[in-house]
C-alpha cells in the first residue's frame, strides 16, 4: 500500500504516477503487533549484543519500539555508523547524558515513563501554541 504523500511529486498519466526524480522508498509501517513510541535524548549504554559481548555505546535515542515479547531503543549510534535498535533487555547499564542519572536495574520501565513523560510535555506545548495563536487571530480582528 503506498500513502498519499508517494504521489505528492509525481506526474499523473492515465491514472499511474510517474516519478519525477529519483526518491526515497516509502517508510515501512511497524510490523503487525508492534507500536511506536517518540523518545528523545542521548545515553550512554553498556550492551550485550547477541555473542554476548558487551560494549560501551552513545546513541541518539529516536524511539522506543514495542512489539511481541521484546522492546527496543532506536537511535543514532554514530560509533557505528548510522540508526541501530538496541534490544532493551539487553542494555546493562544506561547513563542519561544531560543529567547524568545512571541505571542498572528497571531500565525499560524508565524509558517508557520517559517516553510518555516527553508525549505529555509535547502535546502540551502543542496545545499552548494553539491557545496563542487563537489568542493572536482574534485580537487582530477586534
Known amino acids: 500500500m503506498t500513502s498519499m504523500n508517494a504521489h505528492a ?12 526524480g529519483e526518491a526515497a522508498p516509502p517508510v515501512p509501517a511497524p510490523a503487525p503487533g508492534w507500536s511506536l513510541m517518540p523518545l528523545s535524548g542521548r545515553f550512554e549504554l553498556v550492551y550485550e549484543d547477541g555473542q554476548g559481548v ?28 548510522g540508526y541501530r535498535g538496541f534490544r532493551t533487555d539487553r542494555i546493562r547499564r544506561l547513563t542519561d547524558a544531560a543529567t547524568g542519572e545512571r541505571l542498572e536495574g528497571g531500565i525499560l520501565d524508565w524509558l517508557m515513563a520517559r517516553a510518555e513523560a516527553q508525549r505529555r510535555a509535547d502535546a502540551a506545548r502543542i496545545r499552548r501554541n494553539a491557545r496563542a495563536r487563537r489568542r493572536a487571530a482574534l485580537a487582530e480582528v477586534a
Open 54 to 81: 558487551w560494549s560501551r555505546r552513545t546513541v541518539e535515542a529516536r524511539e522506543l519500539k514495542l512489539g511481541p515479547g521484546r522492546t527496543l531503543l532506536g537511535g543514532i549510534d554514530p560509533g557505528r555508523g
Open 9 to 20: 511529486f509525481s506526474r499523473f498519466h492515465g491514472g499511474r504516477p510517474e516519478p519525477l
